[in-house]
């Protein structure tokens, strides 16, 4: 039986990152905000958005497919009075972007009629009257997150300790979840939407019913002070929890939500200072780990039983991260087997990185693309 284990068979086990070509990444992006909870950059398959320096609290919307340099002056969503801390497009509309802001405010903005049709490109400033602010959190939002499946349904976390679920289409609160003495450092929605998890400054990660505003389940995790981040692992039914040691060792811990007493798998990573960002690609089980900081992302291949994780590969680019996202599979290139592409928010540029199976171009690899949450 040994020898059959010795190779693992798996479709991603040669999976390799590349950064694009200096002609296709986006140049002249100034973006100072240094929030710590955020991935700081957002996008779909059409756009990517970043916080933009300047006063209140700016932020740029740009085509992906214009690379290049940004505008010196481009035209900027302009509405809040604080610096603004996290972006999340619409999973539903294109032109609909979500801010979160040092403010306490949370506006939501539909933009379509402010793009030029041909070019995608903003043909003037967004204003404060364009967007519906969603007002009730007593300190500054931190991180917004849509709800995968419903639509309108927004999840906000902020500075007052509350988690809070809003209706967007009537601009009203429907939960507003306190039971944490600590701010929420990370929240994510699993796939279906049917409940989230909240990394806490307490160091607990705690799993809620959105519908009851319960907790399902609440554990210990990371035992050092920074960051914790998690990631729900789609159809597996796990949930995986990325943060620091007591010493300050970088560790990925796995757990199975139906007994949250340990782990079900432990890795020690290293000693970098980043706090990482985790990413979970559902179709081809892949979860890439990111670290603020580094320039580096790291992948492991997820299953459903022992060991849980396989570590594939890295990809190392030369310039480090100050934010990360992936980007939805419509954006992907299939000719290339391209199975994931990240950005990569560098110091004054974004970059793309492109994860790819060694397949003969040109023909579509039906085994690589599942079907896809559209």
């Known amino acids: 039986?040994?020898?059959?284990?010795?190779?693992?068979?798996?479709?991603?086990?040669?999976?390799?990152?590349?950064?694009?070509?200096?002609?296709?990444?986006?140049?002249?992006?100034?973006?100072?905000?240094?929030?710590?909870?955020?991935?700081?950059?957002?996008?779909?398959?059409?756009?990517?958005?970043?916080?933009?320096?300047?006063?209140?609290?700016?932020?740029?919307?740009?085509?992906?497919?214009?690379?290049?340099?940004?505008?010196?002056?481009?035209?900027?969503?302009?509405?809040?009075a604080g610096g603004v801390l996290d972006l999340d497009f619409s999973p539903f509309e294109q032109e609909v972007i979500a801010s979160a802001s040092e403010d306490s405010v949370i506006r939501v903005w539909s933009f379509k009629r402010f793009v030029e049709a041909g070019a995608l490109a903003l043909k003037e400033d967004v204003k404060e009257e364009d967007s519906v602010a969603l007002k009730g959190h007593g300190k500054k939002v931190t991180l917004i997150r849509w709800h995968p499946v419903a639509a309108n349904v927004l999840l906000s976390t902020g500075y007052d300790n509350a988690t809070k679920i809003w209706d967007v289409s009537k601009a009203a609160e429907v939960r507003s979840i306190t039971d944490s003495d600590e701010p929420v450092q990370h929240v994510a929605w699993?796939?279906?939407?049917?409940?989230?998890?909240?990394?806490?400054?307490?160091?607990?990660?705690?799993?809620?019913?959105?519908?009851?505003?319960?907790?399902?389940?609440?554990?210990?995790?990371?035992?050092?002070?920074?960051?914790a981040r998690v990631a729900f692992l789609g159809r597996l039914g796990l949930l995986a929890s990325v943060g620091f040691s007591r010493q300050s060792d970088r560790q990925l811990m796995v757990w199975d939500l139906r007994d949250v007493t340990s782990p079900v798998a432990e890795v020690q990573i290293d000693q970098s200072s980043g706090s990482l960002l985790p990413f979970y690609d559902d179709d081809t089980s892949l979860l890439y780990l990111g670290g603020k900081g580094d320039g580096n992302i790291r992948y492991y291949e997820m299953s459903s039983e022992a060991p849980y994780l396989h570590y594939?590969?890295?990809?190392?680019?030369?310039?480090?991260?100050?934010?990360?996202?992936?980007?939805?599979?419509?954006?992907?290139?299939?000719d290339k087997a391209e199975i994931g592409r990240f950005l990569r928010l560098c110091r004054h540029s974004v970059e793309p990185v492109s994860f790819e199976v060694p397949r003969k171009p040109g023909l579509f690899h039906e085994d690589l693309y599942p079907p896809t949450l559209a």
Request: overall charge positive; hydrophobic content about 35%; some cysteine.
């Open 312 to 334: 594939v590969d890295q990809f190392s680019g030369k310039e480090p991260q100050r934010g990360l996202c992936l980007l939805p599979k419509r954006a992907l290139n299939v």
């Open 190 to 227: 699993n796939y279906a939407g049917s409940s989230f998890a909240a990394s806490c400054k307490d160091k607990t990660v705690r799993v809620y019913d959105p519908r009851q505003s319960k907790q399902a389940a609440r554990f210990d995790a990371h035992s050092g002070a920074k960051g």
């Open 1 to 80: 039986a040994m020898s059959k284990n010795v190779v693992r068979s798996s479709k991603f086990r040669h999976v390799h990152g590349t950064a694009l070509r200096k002609e296709e990444c986006y140049d002249n992006i100034q973006c100072n905000a240094s929030a710590a909870d955020s991935n700081l950059i957002a996008s779909n398959d059409k756009y990517f958005a970043v916080p933009w320096q300047g006063g209140g609290g700016p932020f740029y919307v740009a085509p992906l497919d214009k690379p290049g340099k940004a505008d010196a002056t481009p035209s900027l969503f302009q509405g809040h």
